[in-house]
């Protein structure tokens, strides 16, 4: 298995990579299949077309009607209506996973079974069990397998990370966000399962560490069964704590974290077209006085700062790094145990939920697996 202590590492994601933009991983070209071709599938149909790494594309669908819209717009592609005659293609190397929670663990484990290459879209799997699985199945069959947390290959996201790791706003007190907006709902999940792992994914990512405790409180307004909105709250072993809000019910669409520091503050804004990310030169400092008289807080403000960000699709870049993953044999930068990681926080929080705001505890990843 892998060593976890990359969490608080690097990755081989330097360069053109990052950018999404070939890298010379070597020669021959793949051919990808992209099973769920509704909502998110198409996105990743068309970043496949443009990359000079996929060969060829095939496209499935239980829905022949998607399939024959994609295929108006990349009439190269080769259409299937059944997903096991895809997966029986002899040259087919990867398949890429943009269907409903409930199908992903059953379709990645088959394409890994038949020695295909998998990426599997966010949440990764339905459980952790299922996860732990799929883990194993790629690490016996030296196969890549990805996971799409798509915000981790953000420029926003990736300048975030560079700023905690050099230390510049010092030692993390919290990390709180907001992710709240006027729909989708789901039928089959919980708003927990639908739009948490965007943001347990970037703190895991900025704090290099998964949370220990997590405790949630939520409610099912709209469609009994179903929670529509949900508030999360984590402790982390490094004394750091994180709060999610979530929401299909606000009657406006925010995107906003703030990480605050003992040195500074920062806030990122992902619907500011302009400056998502501002630096805080605020703080206040506590001297411990000799007597009671003399205690004393005093408050700092200084300069607010816009650090310049990359420009390019971040699902680009994704779909690049699980390519040329395949190619060079290496580890995806968004791989399976990252996916587990967030998975062991969906289900502790979900469970959470139904006791009420009971406290659960997270075991460390490497006893999982």
Known sequence: ?????????????????????STGAGSGLLNVGVVGCG???????RNLAENRLCR???????????VERLLLRYPGATPFDRYDDMLAQPDLSAVMIATPLSTHFDLAKRALLEGKHVFVEKPFTASSEQAIELISLAEERSLSLAVGHTFLF????????EILDSGELGKIFYVSSTRVNLGLHQKDVSVIWDLAPHDLSMIIHWLGEAPVEVFANGQDFVQKGIPDVAFLFLRFASGAIAHAQVSWLSPSKLRRTTIVGDAKMLVYDDTEHLEQVKIFDKGVNFRDPDTFGEYQLSYRTGDIVSPKLESFEPLQSEVNDFLTSILQKRRPRCDGEDGLRVVRVLEAAERSLQNRGRVEVIEDVRSWI
């Open 1 to 21: 298995m892998k060593d976890n202590g990359r969490l608080n590492g690097t990755r081989t994601d330097a360069g053109a990579a990052g950018a999404g933009i």
């Open 39 to 45: 909502y998110w599938g198409p996105n990743l149909v």
């Open 56 to 66: 060829r594309l095939s496209l499935c669908d239980l829905d022949a009607g998607k």
């Open 154 to 161: 953000s420029p926003p996201v990736t300048k975030i990370k």
